[in-house]
């Protein structure tokens, strides 16, 4: 099993920044690509970006340019850097882990987060 908490959620103006991390623990191991998703309200949830071990990244389109995803092998953390936030960009944030490869589908990372609440302003 592999624990996930997510954190750095809040309350930001539009054009401002937020940093999430993703602390992981339980049987951690460096064979997890890591992603995060988002699921605003009455929306399903969507891939936001993702990670692997070797630190490949893929992002969707609406966060390209904008949004960083990084890890730290380390610590067991990864990190979402989200710059120049739009009122668009307000969900719920999870991060979520899955064996090997990288996965833009939800269905396909089996150990998720609680989420944390990101909300942008006008």
């Known amino acids: 099993q592999v624990q996930l908490v997510e954190s750095g959620g809040g309350l930001v103006q539009a054009g401002g920044s937020l940093r999430l991390s993703c602390a992981a623990s339980?049987?951690?191991?460096?064979?997890?690509?890591m992603g995060w998703f988002r699921q605003a309200p009455g929306k399903e949830r969507e891939f936001v970006a993702a990670i692997t071990w070797s630190a490949s990244t893929v992002y969707a389109d609406s966060v390209k340019g904008r949004f960083t995803i990084s890890r730290d092998n380390a610590k067991n953390t990864v990190y979402l850097q989200m710059n120049s936030l739009k009122p668009e960009d307000t969900a719920v944030y999870y991060c979520?882990?899955?064996?090997?490869?990288?996965?833009?589908?939800?269905?396909?990372?089996?150990?998720w987060g609680q989420g944390t609440q990101v909300t942008v302003s006008s």
């Open positions: 339980g049987r951690t191991s460096s064979s997890y690509a």
């Open positions: 979520a882990a899955r064996l090997h490869t990288i996965s833009t589908q939800a269905k396909g990372y089996a150990y």
